[in-house]
Structures are given as C-alpha cells and as structure tokens.
C-alpha cells in the first residue's frame, strides 16, 4: 500500500530535494496545472504552461522523483511512441523539526483522527439511510382526493429526518483534523522548550 504522506526530518538530505524542487518556478506551475487536471502529457504540458518541452521533461523528473507526482498512465503518439501521463501523488508532505519524535505524537493522535473517522462514517451512513428512507417514504404519498377528510402535507414526513445537516459528517471531518493539528503543534512547540 502506498503511503499517503512523506515524512522527512529537517537534517535529511531529501528535505532540501523536495525544498528545491518546489522552489523551481516550472515545477511549482506543473503541480498547479496537475491539481486542476490528472492525466497530463508533457507535451500538453509544455503547451499550456508555454515552456520548452525539455525544461518540461526535466521538472517532471524531478518531481516524480521526489514522490510529489506519478506516472498515472499512458498513451500513444501518432508515431506510435508510449508517451507517460502525469498526475498528482496525492500525498501530504511532512517536514519536521531535528531529533522531533514524531513516533510519540503520532500515537497520541492516531486515537483522536480514528474516533473522528468513525463518527464521520458513521454520520454519512446514516444520512444516506435517511436520504433513502424519505425517499422511499415520499413516493408512497397518496395523491389526495376529494373523498379525503385530512389533507396531506409535508410535515407529515418531516419528523423522519434529524434536524442535523446532512454535511455533519464533513464537519465532524474538519473538527478531527483541526484537533489533530492543535495536538501537533503542542508537542512541537513543547518539545522545542
């Protein structure tokens, strides 16, 4: 399985690669473009971003190398030549601060990011059962008629849905990192005194 996050240290060698690379003006437009489009040729590339093919072919190089894209997939030219297509490796870079034990911090926050992806599964499951059940529950309405004493209305059916908005489960997702992030930055910050 592919890791969704590279970790380095400061002291490390491939801190100052991926510093290098991102500070490289065609390969930060590169990574731009890639986070708009996934499966780009480095020829659509030097088209768009009107850089030679070669300054192109370099910075491509150069980020895949440090894991910041990947090869997505391929096509064929006109001349029958596989061509590589590019899109984003997806992934968060994690730099942190010499002898910083990210181990340590990892455990105190890998419980909390948990709970809070459960609760947000959790939330989205049921939303989509309530979504699905007043759905099911709508298309059953009797078209009233005249012989009918009691009309029908909308609120007969509003006491099925929870009064918490349906996006709960993004928030609850949000909050989870947001806490996480607190609880990073508290170690580092303790850490350094």
Do not use: C
């Not at 190089?61 to 030549?81: N, T």
């Not at 007969?156 to 849905?161: A, E, G, K, R």
């Not at 928030?171 to 350094?192: E, G, H, M, P």
């Amino acid at each position: 399985m592919e890791e969704k996050f590279i970790l380095v240290s400061l002291n490390e060698k491939k801190s100052r690669d991926i510093a290098t690379v991102i500070a490289n003006a065609t390969a930060r437009k590169i990574l731009d473009h890639l986070s708009e489009k996934e499966k780009v040729s480095p020829l659509e590339l030097s088209k768009k971003l009107q850089v030679p093919l070669s300054t192109i072919t370099h910075a491509l190089k150069l980020l895949e190398k440090e894991g910041l894209i990947i090869r997505a997939d391929h096509a064929w030219s006109e001349k029958g030549r596989k061509v590589s297509l590019y899109s984003l490796a997806k992934k968060m870079i994690l730099i942190v601060p010499k002898g910083y034990d990210w181990k340590e911090s990892l455990k105190k926050m890998l419980p909390i990011f948990l709970i809070g992806a459960v609760v947000s599964l959790a939330l989205k499951i049921f939303f989509s059962s309530q979504e699905t059940s007043f759905a099911i529950e709508s298309a059953a309405v009797i078209t009233p008629t005249k012989e009918m004493s009691l009309p029908l209305t909308d609120t007969t059916f509003s006491s099925t849905i929870v009064s918490l908005p349906s996006e709960a489960w993004i928030y609850t997702l949000s909050i989870t990192f947001i806490i996480v992030l607190i609880i990073f930055i508290y170690d580092l910050r303790r850490k350094r005194t």
